[in-house]
């Protein structure tokens, strides 16, 4: 027998290969709507990851200090098996633009076939934030233009500089 889901409890899971602050905003608002928020940073077999998971963890652990009702997990399953795991009924997805309803659509129809019991609460991005990607932040970070403080907490900034240029020297640590 299955334990009962929790409704208070919402999960929202992503690569986060970085977080940045549209998922920031997403954490902060979902932090108010719900008793618990679980951030679960996953593994996408289709991505090759700036940062391993457990970088990634440590991160998002990092920057979500100030709210006191989340926590981070990692996962390796599929989000929905994550959500259900984690005892959650809802699972919090953010939507940027028509093209990310399109795809999050289809997802949540895939979860709730999988999963009945197991709901997806959609959040707007700000209009701010609505233009916000890790992939486009890891490319201006790459070719070294544009303020990424504007996009990425200070330590999330350093973290993915730090990166870039251990991938451009090849060492570790530079």
Known sequence: MTKPLNHRLAV???????IHYGHLDIISRGSRIFDQLIVGVGIN?????FFDQDERVELVRAVIRP????????????????VREAGARIMLRG??????MENEFTMSLMNLNLDPEIETVFLMAKEEYSHLSSTLL????????GNLE???PRE??????ARVRERQTGKRGV
């Open 156 to 161: 999330v900034k350093d973290a993915l500089q």
């Open 150 to 152: 504007k996009f990425l």
């Open 95 to 100: 939507l940027r633009t028509t093209s990310d």
């Open 67 to 82: 709210y006191a009702n989340v926590s981070v997990r990692p996962f390796t399953s599929l989000a929905v098996t994550f």
């Open 138 to 145: 890891r490319q201006i970070a790459t070719f070294g233009s």
């Open 45 to 49: 077999p289709d991505k090759q990851p």
């Open 12 to 18: 929202y899971t992503g690569t986060f290969d970085p």
